[in-house]
């Protein structure tokens, strides 16, 4: 369906990431007269066995991000102990010198990762490069877009990063057109990841480099059975509590991490894809894990 769109931004040039993609405004607006039929929510019976192989699992996901997204930032600094913007930094720094290149932030969410790419650029290229997000879920990108510092955009409002709406597995950039292809937190959410990777390593240019910040189990027993007990039992709850969600989000995220492809199978993965030189970095004892792989150049 992005085949014939053209893009166009404040400026009224087009950007170099932008490709034929559709201005994200057209999808809030589109969101907002034909709002989505709710699917159901996350059961037990869902998540008895894994969450993974659910036939519906984008829909269900879909529903549940845009049911958490007004209290996702507050759940996700309670819930890290305030550790998952450090962490969204470490991303950020194993990027490298691609960082301050052509970015695209994948599952963006509310954007902090993107902010963190772009933050990056103004520091140390005085906003060189740009930084596109993209998400699923549109409830998320309104959130992102309000969260764009004022003092980052020019006299016409262009601030060097946009958002849209688009999917994982099926990217609407053109080839080789990125520098960095980031998604934290959000690869174990694609209904088939691998082919998602596929994607990333297709939009990237020759020397380019993906990155993927996910959570993980800690290798230390002790630390594997406190952490169990708090992302099983207490998180659930609290986070419940927070957000008021009734879409079983806080009972799907803890069954998609203790389900999802351990750290072995996530190299793996990648290296499937193309990607070389795969390095992962554990952070704070393991409860997340940062990966990046490069496209040969």
Same mark, same amino acid.
């Given at each position: 369906?992005?085949?014939n769109?053209?893009?166009?931004?404040?400026?009224?040039?087009?950007?170099?990431?932008? =490709?034929?993609?559709?201005r994200?405004d057209?999808?809030?607006?589109?969101?907002?007269?034909?709002?989505?039929?709710?699917?159901?929510?996350? !059961?037990?019976?869902?998540?008895?066995?894994?969450?993974?192989?659910?036939?519906?699992?984008?829909?269900?996901v879909?529903?549940?991000?845009?049911?958490?997204?007004?209290?996702?930032?507050?759940?996700n600094?309670?819930?890290?102990l305030?550790?998952?913007?450090?962490?969204?930094?470490?991303a950020?720094?194993?990027a490298?010198?691609n960082?301050?290149?052509?970015?695209?932030?994948?599952?963006?969410?509310?954007?902090?990762?993107?902010?963190?790419?772009r933050?990056?650029q103004?520091?140390? !290229?005085?906003?060189?490069?740009?930084?596109?997000?993209?998400d699923?879920?549109?409830?998320?990108?309104?959130?992102?877009?309000?969260?764009?510092?004022e003092?980052?955009?020019?006299?016409?409002?262009y601030?060097?990063?946009e958002?849209?709406?688009?999917?994982?597995?099926?990217?609407?950039?053109?080839?080789?057109c990125?520098?960095?292809?980031?998604?934290?937190f =959000?690869?174990?959410?694609v209904?088939?990841?691998?082919?998602?990777?596929?994607?990333?390593?297709?939009v990237?240019r020759?020397?380019?480099?993906?990155?993927v910040?996910?959570?993980?189990?800690?290798?230390?027993?002790?630390?594997?059975a406190?952490y169990?007990?708090?992302?099983?039992?207490?998180?659930?709850?609290?986070a419940?509590?927070i957000?008021?969600?009734?879409?079983g989000?806080?009972k799907y995220?803890?069954?998609?991490?203790?389900s999802?492809i351990?750290r072995? =199978?996530?190299?793996?993965m990648m290296?499937?894809? =193309?990607l070389?030189?795969?390095?992962?970095?554990?952070?704070?004892?393991?409860?997340?894990?940062?990966?990046?792989g490069?496209?040969p150049?």
């Amino acid at each position: 369906m992005y085949a014939n769109a053209i893009f166009v931004t404040d400026r009224g040039r087009r950007p170099r990431l932008a =490709g034929d993609l559709y201005r994200y405004d057209r999808f809030m607006d589109a969101a907002q007269t034909n709002p989505p039929t709710a699917d159901p929510a996350w !059961t037990d019976a869902d998540l008895s066995e894994n969450p993974h192989k659910n036939a519906d699992k984008a829909k269900r996901v879909n529903q549940m991000f845009s049911a958490i997204a007004p209290s996702y930032d507050l759940n996700n600094r309670v819930h890290s102990l305030w550790r998952d913007q450090a962490w969204r930094r470490a991303a950020v720094k194993m990027a490298g010198d691609n960082a301050v290149g052509d970015v695209l932030d994948v599952a963006c969410g509310t954007g902090d990762l993107t902010l963190a790419f772009r933050d990056n650029q103004w520091r140390k !290229t005085q906003g060189a490069g740009e930084v596109i997000g993209i998400d699923f879920t549109h409830e998320m990108l309104a959130i992102a877009k309000q969260k764009i510092p004022e003092d980052w955009k020019d006299g016409d409002g262009y601030s060097g990063v946009e958002y849209f709406q688009g999917d994982a597995m099926c990217l609407p950039l053109p080839d080789a057109c990125c520098d960095v292809v980031s998604i934290a937190f =959000g690869i174990r959410n694609v209904a088939d990841p691998a082919k998602a990777m596929a994607e990333f390593y297709r939009v990237l240019r020759p020397g380019g480099r993906v990155i993927v910040l996910e959570f993980s189990l800690p290798k230390n027993p002790v630390m594997l059975a406190g952490y169990n007990f708090y992302f099983r039992h207490i998180m659930p709850r609290t986070a419940t509590l927070i957000s008021g969600d009734k879409s079983g989000a806080y009972k799907y995220l803890p069954k998609s991490v203790n389900s999802f492809i351990d750290r072995e =199978g996530m190299i793996r993965m990648m290296a499937d894809a =193309g990607l070389t030189e795969i390095k992962a970095r554990p952070l704070t004892f393991g409860i997340a894990v940062c990966y990046r792989g490069d496209k040969p150049g």
